[in-house]
């Protein structure tokens, strides 16, 4: 059952990313990897959100949190694409657009990941 909940979760996150990117590519432009930098920041902001709302030790929640973080989030979000896209940058020259975009990276996906935390932790209270 979790092994199933992670290749389906997998398979429906990756399936977003390709679309998420191709449409965000399409967008703004090939010239930098917005698209990679725009499912990693969502996806971060999406798991801290669901860090709250599926915490690990209910009885029910280990499958859903298997499917919803692991497998559709893992899916979503890339760090091999990150990497791979920075590294075009560097061979390509663009230096500065590789720092940049490892910087971005870095402080986006860490404010969406504390931010949707907060953001979960408020609605928690509430709810």
């Known amino acids: 059952m979790k092994l199933a909940a992670v ?5 429906i996150g990756a399936s977003l990313r ?3 990117a191709a449409l965000t590519h399409a967008v703004m432009g090939d010239d930098f990897p917005y698209g990679t930098l725009m499912v990693n920041v969502l996806g971060s902001l999406v798991i801290g959100y ?8 209910e009885d029910q929640v280990p499958v859903m949190r ?3 973080v692991t497998g559709i989030l893992g899916g979503f979000t890339t760090y091999s694409a990150f990497s ?4 075009q940058l560097v061979q390509d020259g663009h230096l500065t657009r590789a720092g940049v975009n490892i910087a971005l990276t870095l402080v986006f996906c860490f404010i969406a990941v504390w931010t949707g935390y907060l953001l979960g932790k408020g609605l928690h209270v509430r709810g």
């Open 18 to 20: 390709y679309v998420a």
């Open 66 to 68: 298997l499917l919803l």
């Open 7 to 11: 290749a389906a979760g997998g398979a």
């Open 50 to 57: 669901l860090l709250v709302l599926l915490p690990e030790a």
């Open 84 to 87: 791979i896209e920075t590294l």
